[in-house]
């Protein structure tokens, strides 16, 4: 995590994980970018995150980079909680529901 903080564009590292495979270490690891960027530039910068990975972390063979566009929009798609979202939720709530609850208690 420390080293991908080096890079500016970098606003977080939601998940790292590390596979020793074949005698070499292998990370995987999802950063979280502005989603204004374009898809270019957000490749760019996952690029450069597994160049640095791989140069800077000894006995990394090789780094697998995914993108998370960092949103603050919890509430307002009523979709899954990610990363950011959960941290949202905790201050405002849950969403807003889209329909009925899916169980009932039925009076008797």
Known sequence: RGV????AEVRGVAHVAVHYLGGGIQVRCEIMLDPELQIKQANMIARQARKLI????EGVSHADIHLELQDD????CGEAVGPICAASFKLTGPPP????PMFSRRGG
């Open 4 to 7: 991908l903080q080096r890079l």
């Open 54 to 57: 791989e140069s800077e972390v």
């Open 73 to 76: 929009c919890f509430g307002e």
């Open 97 to 100: 529901t889209r329909g009925p």
